[in-house]
């Protein structure tokens, strides 16, 4: 089950501020602590973080926001985002490198998932392979990319490090995004 | 008898210099004359720097220095409009006229001086200053249409070094102008951030100092700061702001310089002859940011 949050509401609810604008590391902080308390309250499946109707991110704010939303990892919610603009995509691409993340975005319900953030190229072909072909173990991963098992293996760990996929026993599956 | 403080007639970073030679040519408590009958135009970076000076006389708590306002109508009027006198009210006792013209946004002042106190007003100053950028990045310098989030979020990023690190306000000030030598006559917007605050070489001195050794000063800091990209947080999430403004001004060659204490450092683009780092110059309070976006190669002239 996916749960829509969206940030800008977020924000207003948190910030006495007129504007959409997640700026400074104080506001940061605020609109994670909110998007936490929401998250503790859901049971389980993934959270979208919606940032359409969000004005400019800077770097403060997305590395409070996004950056050590993910680094807490106290929830069996996974949080994925959601309508990021260029420069949103941006800043948000910075501070996760910065702390070796990544996060899957997820543009629209049917359109295909992609990772931003600090991903390996085989971590990526890896992740782009599941959500064409759905839930594989590392053998048959490995077998549909021409690697040793060994090599996909290493690829799908990494990914479920990250949060970026799921794993039940020995298969890897995409993250519920519906 | 009171020192006299020489305004600049053509007050720009340049201009400073000479500006913070005569401020600090006597102790910071002294009565002072800040002469400004001469001046013929001021940059942001200008505008806030007498504020700066001011700001710090206050808080050294020396007396409220006088300040002889620009003998030229015009230049007065600038000033009102930029916002200037408002908080100068403050800080000196104004001798001569001032027209009562209302602040108001010209298509030159993108943004007049504004304080910035806490958090609140770094909100304040992002959101009013979107509009206007907006038309002066894309229409006049030529810029890519996401310059204008670019360019918030390093104004932002800028205003916030003043609260998290300065130990005290600042202000802020946003101006769009035509170079009169520099790049061709191009046009730029400049913003100008400056404090009275602590410095850069104070506010680091505790998680930096011993790894400098006996280099550890002005123009150390400021290399830690700005080159090395280190906060004095030992949070490994922070310290992104500074390294997200260099990463955008390399985009558009832009120019950033930093000037705190007795020392000035500069990321500088090919147009411009400025020298990376200066030492030894005259003591001035806090720190003072200036960045210059200039418009791109054969952008349309307004």
Excluded at chain 2, 45 to 54: D, K
Excluded at chain 2, 187 to 206: K, M, N, Q, T
Excluded at chain 2, 249 to 258: E, M, P
Aim: with cysteine; charged share 25%.
């Amino acid at each position: 089950m996916m749960h829509t949050i969206r940030v800008d509401r977020v924000l207003r609810e948190t910030v006495n501020t007129p504007y959409s604008d997640l700026v400074t590391r104080a506001t940061g902080r605020a609109v994670r602590t909110s998007i936490r308390q929401t998250i503790a309250a859901l049971e389980g499946g993934t959270a979208l973080l919606d940032f359409s109707s969000v004005g400019l991110v800077d770097f403060s704010c997305a590395d409070e926001v996004v950056a050590q939303l993910l680094l807490e990892r106290t929830d069996d919610v996974i949080v994925v985002l959601g309508g990021l603009r260029e420069d949103h995509t941006e800043t948000i691409e910075h501070v996760l490198t910065h702390h070796a993340l990544a996060v899957v975005v997820q543009e629209s319900p049917d359109g295909c998932p992609r990772l931003l953030g600090l991903v390996d190229r085989e971590a990526q072909e890896v992740f782009e392979r599941l959500h064409a072909h759905g839930a594989a173990d590392a053998e048959t991963m490995g077998q549909h990319l021409g690697w040793d098992a060994e090599r996909a293996q290493d690829a799908l760990d990494a990914l479920v490090r990250l949060r970026l996929v799921r794993q039940e026993g020995l298969t890897f599956a995409p993250l519920p995004l519906l | 008898m009171s020192r006299v403080v020489e305004i600049p007639a053509f007050f720009d970073d340049k201009g400073f210099e000479q500006f913070a030679h005569s401020f600090s040519a006597g102790p910071i408590t002294d009565r002072m004359l800040f002469d400004a009958r001469g001046a013929q135009w001021a940059s942001p970076y200008g505008l806030i720097g007498m504020l700066t000076a001011g700001q710090a006389v206050k808080e050294a708590g020396g007396p409220p220095p006088a300040f002889a306002v620009p003998e030229a109508d015009e230049v007065r009027r600038y000033w009102v409009r930029a916002g200037f006198f408002g908080p100068a009210a403050e800080l000196f006792e104004i001798h001569g006229k001032v027209p009562k013209v209302k602040v108001e946004e010209m298509s030159d002042v993108l943004l007049g001086v504004t304080a910035v106190r806490a958090m609140e007003d770094v909100h304040g100053v992002v959101g009013r200053i979107q509009e206007g950028a907006a038309r002066i990045l894309t229409n006049e310098l030529g810029l890519e249409p996401a310059a204008t989030a670019r360019f918030g979020m390093a104004l932002s990023e800028a205003c916030q070094n003043i609260v998290e690190h300065s130990g005290t306000s600042g202000w802020v000030a946003v101006h769009a102008y035509t170079f009169r030598r520099r790049l061709g006559g191009r046009r730029v917007v400049v913003i100008a951030v400056g404090d009275a605050g602590v410095g850069f070489r104070r506010s680091l001195e505790a998680t930096q100092a011993r790894r400098f050794g006996d280099r550890w000063g002005d123009a150390a800091a400021l290399e830690a700061a700005v080159i090395q990209e280190v906060s004095r947080f030992r949070d490994p999430g922070r310290g992104q702001g500074l390294p997200g403004i260099k990463r955008y001004l390399l985009r558009w060659q832009g120019k950033l310089s930093i000037r705190s204490g007795t020392a000035r450092l500069a990321i500088v683009p090919p147009w411009d002859e400025d020298v990376p780092m200066t030492e030894s110059l005259a003591p001035f309070p806090g720190a003072q940011l200036q960045i210059v976006i200039p418009a791109k190669e054969g952008a349309p002239t307004p």
